[in-house]
């Protein structure tokens, strides 16, 4: 018995060849008595592609390439001429925010054209140049980050804790209130202060790690 896939498979292949058989015959020219004739010949008798075996319509596509056909592949697509890079200080703060959320690991695609993404589906353009009110979107942003900063800052806290890093507030919570205490704790400001702080503090521990080294 025949798997679906197999069958699938084999069905695919009978529909290309029959493409590519009416395509030869628009190619080399030929008029209804001379293709049907062609189909006779390679198939004891059978007049019609849909009629052929796999194999049949393979002998057929073989006689049209010998006889001159050639399949053309489409031209590819113009590659997209690259934007010049924007450096108005609007673009500029969006661009380093992008990356500095990728850094902290809720961007996974840094690049320009996820960029673009984005400003795309929050301000229907293809340009945070184009933009109405570029500070509007680099605000969204900002509050759409800040609904995702609070567990990576979470999961970061409880890493450097377990690697005895002495941090000096409980949890990553009580961090962010510490570090800025005349803030909104969800605020976006906060939660970045917070990782940045948790920054200073490991390059402080490897610093004092690397003194430690030498001195051995």
């Known amino acids: 018995m025949t798997s679906a896939p197999f069958a699938s498979a084999r069905a695919q292949q009978r529909a290309r060849l029959i493409k590519i058989i009416h395509t030869g015959r628009r190619a080399l020219g030929m008029d209804e008595d001379t293709y049907r004739d062609l189909l006779a010949a390679k ?51 969006a661009r380093a925010l992008w990356l500095w959320l990728h850094q902290v690991g809720i961007v996974r695609d840094p690049s320009e054209a996820a960029l673009a993404a984005f400003v795309r589906r929050t301000a229907g353009v293809d340009d945070l140049r184009w933009a109405r009110r570029p500070d509007k979107v680099i605000e969204g942003l900002k509050i759409w980050s800040a609904r995702h900063i609070p567990a990576v800052l979470a999961a970061r806290f409880a890493r450097m804790q377990s690697a005895g890093i002495v941090i000096g507030e409980g949890s990553s919570d009580s961090l962010v209130s510490a570090v800025s205490p005349t803030l909104n704790p969800s605020s976006f400001k906060a939660l970045q202060r917070a990782w940045e702080y948790l920054d200073k503090i490991e390059t402080q521990q490897a610093g004092a790690a690397t003194v430690a080294t030498s001195q051995q």
């Open 43 to 93: 198939s004891d008798g059978k007049r019609s592609a849909k009629d052929l075996t796999t194999a049949q319509l393979q002998l057929v596509e073989q006689h049209m390439r010998a006889s001159g056909f050639k399949t053309v592949k489409p031209a590819s697509a113009k590659p997209r001429e690259s934007r010049k890079l924007d450096t108005a200080a609007e673009s500029t703060k």
